[in-house]
Nanobody, 128 residues
Framework: QVQLVESGGGLVQAGGSLRVSCAAS????????MGWFRQAPGKEREFVAV????????DYADSVKGRFTISRDNAKKTVYLQMNSLKPEDTAVYYC?????????????????????WGQGTLVTVSS
């Protein structure tokens, strides 16, 4: 079983940058795809980014392409989300997820059901 703990959230001004991290424990995640979702107040949780086990495959939501970068360090069992040019609409709780598969299920509206492990989330607030 994989346990995930997010960190690095906080308050940042619009146009600023922030990096959130997700540390995994339990079984090895070196063969897992890892990714990020977010949930803004009053909205459904949405896909943000995913990275495959080797780091060679990445996908992003259109809303963050060119601004956010996902990466991973398998030796540290950690995945990162570097967020640049932040906007007030990026304000949300950011959740880390892990699953043995990499593909369309990450973008599914029912990802909550499909993906194996979820963290508790870290709040990112972008002020205007």
């Amino acid at each position: 079983q994989v346990q995930l703990v997010e960190s690095g959230g906080g308050l940042v001004q619009a146009g600023g940058s922030l990096r959130v991290s997700c540390a995994a424990s339990g079984r090895s995640i070196s063969s897992y795809a890892m990714g990020w979702f977010r949930q803004a107040p009053g909205k459904e949780r949405e896909f943000v980014a995913v990275i495959n086990w080797s780091g060679g495959g990445k996908d992003y939501a259109d809303s963050v392409k060119g601004r956010f970068t996902i990466s991973r360090d398998n030796a540290k069992k950690t995945v990162y989300l570097q967020m640049n040019s932040l906007k007030p609409e990026d304000t949300a709780v950011y959740y880390c997820a892990a699953d043995p598969t990499y593909g369309s299920r990450w973008m599914s509206r029912e990802a909550d059901r499909y993906l194996e492990a979820w963290g508790q989330g870290t709040l990112v607030t972008v002020s205007s």
